[in-house]
Every structure is written in structure tokens, then in C-alpha cells.
């Protein structure tokens, strides 16, 4: 399966913990969005990151969110101390280059639930 | 505000029936996306659009971009019940940001054998 991989696929925490989520972009993609999925909301643009750079991460919250995308390795969204209203869907997106990085392609999302 | 507004929010139909939905802005967009997701799972991409006017056959499925790049329409010809999911289109801006889609709330359909 060469598509975009995320793990897990859900994920719960209690409130105050901190939460790890994982994506592995699609083969030859060296493109990684964060997108955030709220109930009754489209997806949200949080951070677009290229190998070891942040490119933008204007929609992300200030605070306790941070992103990476390591040489080797998998992309991480990290929250920490989390909160209620952090529970949403995450999804991760990847592109091959940044002519098309309009075009991206979705993982299965992680499910977060705070309680 | 939201940018992009999808129309109708729900629809069910029959099998057999042709159907059509719409993304709407009030904004230029240098491209469009139409995905479709299902429960549980991520956005899959159908189609890009990038000229206005364009117009993109997926089998059943014909998508269109409007003549400003504003709106675009997707049209379901026959409609079976395997199409059934929620269909999301999404805008790129043109200029240095075009990665940053704008996703609308999607339609929900469902197609009833």
C-alpha cells in the first residue's frame, strides 16, 4: 500500500496528556499537510511541512501544537495538555512536489478523543 | 467565513437518478478539488480542476469548473448506491499559498438501492 499512512487511527486521552500523531506521506511525496476536522466543520489547514522545515503553520494554535517532519521518520503532530475541545479528526495530506501541492492526497485520519 | 458553500447539505435519491451538486465562492480559486469521503475513513481525491471552464468526465461522474474559477459542479449520472458518501470540493488560492486548501462542508449523499 504506497497511500498516506496514519497511526493510529484512534487515539484517546485524558485531559492534561499529551498526544502523538503519526503520518508516513505517500511514496515520492515529500509534501506533509495537517488538516483538523471538527464535528460539523470542513477541514481545517493547520501546517504544511517539507523535510525537516516548517513552511507555514498559520493555522495551527499558538500554543501547546508543534509539528515536525524529521530527515528519517514520519511526520508528528504533537498536542500537548490536551483539552475537550481538541477532540476532532486529524488528517494528514501529501503532495510530490510543490508545483502541484494544490493536489493532495489524505490519510485515513486519526481520531482523537479527550476525555 | 466560509469561503466555499456546498449545496444541497443532504440529498437521497434512488438508483438510476441523476444528480447534481454545487460548490459555490465568492472568491477566484487557481484550482478546485472534488473529493469524496466516507465514514471513518480520509478525503479521496476524484479530480482537479485549474482552467475555467474546464470540464472532466470520471465515468458517471462529469465535473465542472465555472468560466471565473468561482463555482464548480459535479454531476452523478445514474446514480448507484456504491456512490454513496460525502462529497467535499476545496479551493487553492493562486500565488505562494496554493497549498492551502479551503475545504467546503460537503454534501451527503446517499443513494438507496
Known amino acids: 500500500n504506497a497511500g498516506v499512512m496514519q497511526n493510529p487511527r484512534h487515539l484517546v486521552r485524558r485531559r492534561g496528556q499529551e498526544a502523538r500523531l503519526r503520518c508516513s506521506p505517500m511514496?515520492?511525496?515529500?509534501?506533509v499537510y495537517w488538516y483538523r476536522q471538527l464535528p460539523e466543520e470542513g477541514l481545517k489547514f493547520m501546517v504544511y511541512?517539507?523535510?525537516?522545515?516548517?513552511?507555514?503553520e498559520s493555522g495551527m494554535p499558538k500554543e501547546r501544537f508543534s509539528a515536525e517532519f524529521p530527515k528519517e521518520g514520519p511526520s508528528i503532530l504533537r498536542i500537548q495538555q490536551v483539552v475537550r475541545g481538541d477532540s476532532a479528526a486529524y488528517f494528514c495530506?501529501?503532495?510530490?512536489?510543490?508545483?502541484?501541492?494544490?493536489?493532495?492526497?489524505f490519510g485515513p485520519g486519526t481520531r482523537l478523543t479527550v476525555t | 467565513t466560509q469561503l466555499l458553500e456546498q449545496s444541497p447539505q443532504f440529498l437521497s435519491i434512488q438508483e438510476g437518478e441523476n444528480l447534481t451538486v454545487y460548490c459555490n465562492s465568492s472568491?477566484?480559486?487557481?484550482?478546485l478539488q472534488w473529493y469524496r469521503q466516507e465514514p471513518g475513513e480520509g478525503p479521496v481525491l476524484l479530480v482537479t480542476?485549474?482552467?475555467?471552464?474546464e470540464v472532466k468526465k470520471l465515468k458517471r461522474l462529469t465535473f465542472q469548473f465555472g468560466d471565473a474559477r468561482k463555482d464548480s459542479s459535479l454531476h452523478i449520472t445514474a446514480a448507484q448506491p456504491g456512490d454513496t458518501g460525502l462529497y467535499l470540493c476545496?479551493?487553492?488560492?493562486?500565488?505562494?499559498?496554493?497549498?492551502?486548501?479551503?475545504f467546503g462542508k460537503g454534501t451527503l449523499l446517499t443513494v438507496n438501492p
Open positions: 495530506a501529501s503532495s510530490p512536489n510543490s508545483q502541484f501541492s494544490y493536489e493532495q492526497y
Open positions: 511514496k515520492g511525496h515529500s509534501h
Open positions: 511541512l517539507q523535510k525537516e522545515n516548517i513552511i507555514d
Open positions: 472568491s477566484v480559486f487557481s484550482s
Open positions: 480542476v485549474v482552467t475555467g471552464g
Open positions: 476545496a479551493g487553492a488560492r493562486s500565488g505562494g499559498s496554493n497549498y492551502k486548501l479551503t
